[in-house]
């Protein structure tokens, strides 16, 4: 491991040789006490990008100034708005530009994939997902299930944590899904997990849905913008993400879908709406239903193009900077941050556990942290003092270094926040 040193010297010092460094400025920080927050939930709700207020802007003055005629006529015509996503979007999600679009929410967009991915037979009806999933995707599988008249507790299968871990072995979800063999239709997993911050080997666990005959679909949220991803490489059948987490596109804001090429022709069913009409004659408003090739045929409602202003400006910076150079930094101002809780827990006697993986293969921008002896106050403190974690009961406080705007001197002053309260 490097040998890191927890001053402010040094910090200052990683600063200044970041090369990501310029990125910062481009953010909003909430302010404490007239400085900047630390802020460690880039993976809940990223900081918003100064000029996604450009783009914002740019679709009200042209709704303003053009009328309906700005579907056609602005500078970024509406009705094909989305298209710009393909390509930058594609490169960061690892995938051929038809493969991946834009639209609804992330549930949504889950729900609305299962309609073509989750057709169940008496015979293969079976879905594999991980123990303590997010609850949306919880709850999305259970009412998938039952809407199709089936039993969750026969066709969910649940891969559960090994006694005293809180992190799942791979081995073990190979082994559900060679044991669910033929009665497998579905695994849907996330690439990194929401609460250990756990990565996950997309490329096998799709292998291994196919070997049986399933399909492998993943909830990227805490993905996107975070890892590397080859989706279409790793012959994922397709996924969804949100934008707002890793990729800053604001509270709530439409969701990314991807949909491997070799589904495209296929008659697979789907619930469709115009915007999913081929484009050259979804203005003819005939009654039959001819889809547009690729992921662009899954779209259904024209899109909320004040949603996804913001997401464009964010898609475009990712592009500008790469997924490389992101990771290389996640990779060393996450490790840093690990020093510093370690060198903080060495000086003070306090025990934290972090559950997150220590190995860099498994983890991206997280560290999950349990807080032996201390509770919710400590979390209440670290918010009075301008840091700003995300709690997760009952004692685990999830710090996600967010690599475009997060500083090394910022893990140094949250070390010596953490320290002033534990040595009282
Ligand atoms: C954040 C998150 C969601 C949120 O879903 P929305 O439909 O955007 O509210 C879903 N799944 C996972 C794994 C998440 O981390």
Redesign the pocket.
Known sequence: MTTFKNTLAYAQQLDAADGLRAYRSLFNFPQHHGRDVIYFTG??LGLQLKRSRDYVNEVMDDWAQLGVEGHFKADKPWWDYHERFANPLGKLMGALPSEVSVMN??????HLLLASFYQPTAQRFKIICEEK?????QY?LQTQVEWHGLDPKEAIIEVKRREGSALIDEADILQAIAEAGDSLALVLW?GV??YSGQVFDMARIAQAAHAVGAYAGF????AAGNITLNLHDWDVDFAAW?S??YMNAGP?NV?GYFIHEKHHASNLPRLAGWWGQIKNRRFLMEPEFSPEPGALGWQISNQSILALAPYLASVELFDEVGMDRIIEKRNHITAYLEYILLDIAEQTGAHFEIITPTDQKERACQLSVYLHGQGRELFNYLMEQGVVPDWREPNVIRLAPAPLYCSYEDMYQFGQILKAVLVK
């Not at 929410?105 to 889950?110: D, K, P, R």
């Not at 999933?133 to 995707?137: G, I, L, N, V, Y």
């Open positions: 993976n809940s929410t992330l549930t949504v967009n889950l999933a997010f609850p949306s995707d999305m996330g997990n929401y909830d990227l949220a805490h949100c707002y987490k709530g969701s």
